[in-house]
């Protein structure tokens, strides 16, 4: 199946759009409560949305959405990122969007020279980008074995991971 998307940066305009392909995708998410959609509202109205990408179809339909947004580590207060959320549209599962808007969103998280990258998620889906269970960073709470990080440059991070208060 040839690819009829292709990723760039969020712009003016597709809050919207970003919301709904968001909100569909976390929809029937044993582990979503709804929030996802507002999680990037609160972001983007903090400052705080670090890195938006979003994959769009030739026709202009957004059809996947990450989002990056600062994080703290123990007293590491700059250069890490936590990954979240991600989105790709339910109806187009298996083309690779996710993976896509992953690879892509660290590509420039290097390329703008950050430390580190770290996501809750799936262990079996973030190992394939190299992301690892680390040994010196925890997550308060129930989704501590969740957490996985990525060095980008430099040395290890430790301690308790913060996220904004956007995540709520």
């Known amino acids: 199946m040839s690819r009829d998307w292709s ?56 059809v996947g959405h990450i989002a990056f947004s600062p994080v703290t580590i123990g007293d590491t207060r700059q250069g890490w990122f ?19 808007l ?18 809750v998620g799936d262990p079996g ?5 190299g992301f690892a269970r680390p040994d010196a960073i925890s997550y308060p709470g129930p989704l501590d074995p969740y957490l996985q990080v990525m060095i980008l440059d430099g040395p290890a991070a430790g301690g308790v991971i913060v996220y904004s208060p956007a995540y709520g």
């Open 7 to 62: 990723i760039r940066e969020e712009a003016p305009g597709d809050e919207g759009a970003i919301a709904a392909v968001t909100a569909a995708a976390f929809a029937d998410h044993p582990h979503s409560s709804g929030s996802e959609p507002r999680i990037i509202e609160r972001l983007r109205e903090r400052g705080e949305l670090a890195l938006s990408l979003v994959a769009q179809t030739a026709s202009g339909e957004i």
């Open 125 to 129: 889906y973030y190992a394939r980008f």
């Open 102 to 119: 992953v690879t892509r969103g660290i590509e420039v998280l290097r390329e703008r020279g950050a430390a580190g990258c770290a996501v």
């Open 82 to 100: 936590g990954l979240g959320p991600l989105s790709a549209d339910p109806l187009r599962k298996g083309e690779g969007i996710g993976s896509a």
